[in-house]
């Protein structure tokens, strides 16, 4: 959830753009519906594939509110889109749930959880930032309390969350939730004029990318 302005009013009109459908390359402009990296961010995608980097905050209410256009558009992406979840770290709660996103992950449980995380924080008012809260809720999904506290306090994922703290620097990211496409596209609620619009701005600038390499 962006610090300064929650939620701000586009302030460059949309209009004419009918994102009610697709948005092609086209239509959006650098610095109205996104952000170019000075500097591109190395991706976790593989060669050849266009990276899509989805950066959120488990406790941030417009980060749950854009996972189901984002979920949706996601099933629609072809085979040379990489998908990535990278969770945003600015101090305290933000640094736990880091921690609980790479540890589920290093469990082999973060696809399966992911959206009851969520649910969990925004549906039924659970904080998850103790240890003990985390490793129960890790319970539900075949791993004991033990292995989830291990896995909490493990390098590695003391290592991932410090290289997404790194990486968030890079982007410049102010706030949450964001999209970077390619490592180098960065795409806000704001300037996107919405949560729904994102998506439709992500896959414009995907379909970009996707020219730029054919040339």
Request: proline share 3%.
């Amino acid at each position: 959830m962006f610090k300064t302005t929650v939620f701000k009013t586009l302030m460059v009109t949309l209009a004419g753009l009918g994102f009610s459908a697709l948005v092609s390359a086209q239509d959006v402009v650098e610095g109205q519906h996104y952000e170019v990296l000075e500097s591109p961010v190395e991706t976790h995608a593989e060669d050849g594939q266009i990276a899509v980097t989805e950066v959120f905050w488990f406790g941030c209410p417009h980060c749950y509110r854009l996972q189901t256009p984002v979920n949706e558009w996601y099933e629609t992406l072809e085979d040379d889109v990489s998908v990535e979840h990278m969770p945003a770290t600015m101090g305290g709660d933000w640094n736990t749930h880091a921690t609980a996103f790479y540890a589920a992950e290093s469990l082999g449980i973060e696809e399966e959880l992911h959206a009851d995380f969520f649910n969990a924080i925004h549906q039924e008012n659970q904080s998850l930032t103790e240890a003990d809260e985390i490793a129960a809720f890790f319970a539900n999904y075949g791993v004991s309390e033990e292995e989830a506290k291990k896995a909490l306090t493990d390098f590695s994922v003391r290592s991932d969350v410090n290289e997404a703290n790194n990486r968030m620097r890079e982007m410049k990211l102010m706030g949450v939730p964001a999209l970077v496409i390619d490592g180098r596209y960065v795409v806000s609620p704001s300037s996107a004029g919405s949560l729904e619009n994102m998506p439709k701005i992500a896959d414009a600038l995907v379909e970009q990318v996707r020219a730029e390499r054919a040339e």
